[in-house]
C-alpha cells in the first residue's frame, strides 16, 4: 500500500513560479515510477511529467516542456514538479501518481499508474 499527499499549489501571477512536492509512505517509492497529471475544470485528466525509476529519466508533455522539471528524492521518498514561467492555462489540480514496482511501460497514461495522490490547485492569474 502507497499512500501519496501532494503540497505547494497555491495562487500565482502568470510568469511566476511553484514547486509541488509528492510525499509517498511506504518501502517501495525507489523502485516505483512517478508521475504528474493536472485536471483543468471541464477537462480530462492529462499527463504533464513522469520519472523512471531506474535510468532517472524523465518524460514531459509538450505543453510543459523547457518549463517544468520533475525529480525525485529517495532518499526523502519525495517527488517534485518545478513550474516555471506559468500560464493561466496550467491553472488545473495536479495528482501524483505511483506506477507498480519495476513498471516498465508507457509512462504518460493513467494506466501505469496504481497509486494517486488527493490533488493540489494551481491557479495562474493573468
Known amino acids: 500500500q502507497v499512500q501519496l499527499e501532494e503540497s505547494g499549489g497555491g495562487l500565482v501571477q502568470a510568469g511566476g513560479s511553484l514547486r509541488l512536492s509528492c510525499a509517498a509512505s511506504?518501502?517501495?517509492?525507489?523502485?516505483?515510477?512517478m508521475g504528474w497529471f493536472r485536471q483543468a475544470p471541464g477537462k480530462e485528466r492529462e499527463f504533464v511529467a513522469a520519472?523512471?525509476?531506474?535510468?532517472?529519466?524523465?518524460y514531459s508533455a509538450n505543453s510543459v516542456k523547457g518549463r517544468f522539471t520533475i525529480s525525485r528524492d529517495n532518499a526523502k521518498n519525495t517527488v517534485y514538479l518545478q513550474m516555471n514561467s506559468l500560464k493561466p492555462e496550467d491553472t488545473a489540480v495536479y495528482y501524483c501518481?505511483?506506477?507498480?514496482?519495476?513498471?516498465?511501460?508507457?509512462?504518460?497514461?493513467?494506466?501505469?499508474?496504481?497509486?494517486w495522490g488527493q490533488g493540489t490547485q494551481v491557479t495562474v492569474s493573468s
Open positions: 501518481a505511483a506506477s507498480p514496482p519495476s513498471y516498465s511501460g508507457r509512462y504518460s497514461v493513467a494506466e501505469a499508474y496504481d497509486y
Open positions: 511506504g518501502r517501495t517509492f525507489s523502485s516505483r515510477a
Open positions: 520519472m523512471s525509476w531506474i535510468s532517472g529519466i524523465t
